[in-house]
Antibody, heavy 121, light 107 residues
Framework: QVQLVESGGGLVQPGGSLRLSCAASGFVFSDHYMSWVRQSPEKGLEWLAYITGRDSSVYYSNSVKGRFTISRDNGENSLYLQMNSLTADDTAIYYC??????????????WGQGALVTVSS | DIRMTQSPSSLSASVGDRVTITCRASQSISNSLNWYRQKPGKAPELLIYAASILQSGVPSRFSGSGSGTDFTLTISSLQPEDFSTYYCQESYFAPYTFGQGTKLESK
């Protein structure tokens, strides 16, 4: 079954850290770019970062650059998001997403169920 | 960053209706435009990519058109499961901005 399953969400205090994990199954994980996308009522859907399939090159949105780190373990079919210096603005549902390239762009064709991260004292 | 503006923000319709949602980019994005549907409490799902290509498994009642800055998503005959929120997304430049969403409600 082709799926992505996130884990690691929860309540964290402002200034704290949290690490999200995403377990992939049903497809050749190492063949695919992967991303993290979050959703909040205030900001809507927001792409955060992507990582390439085999050489793990990374790219971040300006909103999380320097605070969040995306990584992967192809042997474990897993994607990670290390989040540091969290603020209330980071409160959101975080989705693990597979990114597919086509001739003129890319899309997010497979989404996990989401992990809720709440930043509050 | 490219800004994506959807209209309307909300829409009331009935089963069997034909509906159209529009998405405008702040600059030309060629056909690098995707559409997603998000059912309540669920993750978004890809409907259309490259402005007009139907994702595998998506019903043919969905169609997309447009290029440059103006795009449309059309649902030819609404089904009960289509009362959801729809998002456009550009894939031309990072940060691959999403529109603010169009909530489709039952009349």
């Amino acid at each position: 079954q082709v799926q992505l399953v996130e884990s690691g969400g929860g309540l964290v205090q402002p200034g704290g850290s949290l690490r999200l994990s995403c377990a992939a199954s049903g497809f050749v994980f190492s063949d695919h770019y992967m991303s993290w996308v979050r959703q909040s009522p205030e900001k809507g859907l927001e792409w955060l970062a992507y990582i390439t399939g085999r050489d793990s090159s990374v790219y971040y949105s300006n909103s999380v650059k320097g605070r969040f780190t995306i990584s992967r373990d192809n042997g474990e079919n897993s994607l990670y998001l290390q989040m540091n210096s969290l603020t209330a603005d980071d409160t959101a549902i975080y989705y693990c997403v597979r990114r597919i390239y086509y001739h003129s762009g890319s899309n997010f064709d497979l989404w996990g169920q989401g992990a809720l991260v709440t930043v509050s004292s | 960053d490219i800004r994506m503006t959807q209209s309307p923000s909300s829409l009331s319709a009935s089963v069997g209706d034909r509906v159209t949602i529009t998405c405008r980019a702040s600059q030309s994005i060629s056909n690098s435009l995707n559409w997603y549907r998000q059912k309540p409490g669920k993750a978004p799902e890809l409907l259309i990519y490259a402005a007009s290509i139907l994702q595998s498994g998506v019903p043919s009642r969905f169609s997309g058109s447009g290029s440059g800055t103006d795009f449309t998503l059309t649902i030819s005959s609404l089904q009960p499961e289509d009362f959801s929120t729809y998002y456009c997304q550009e894939s031309y430049f990072a940060p691959y901005t999403f529109g603010q969403g169009t909530k489709l409600e039952s009349k």
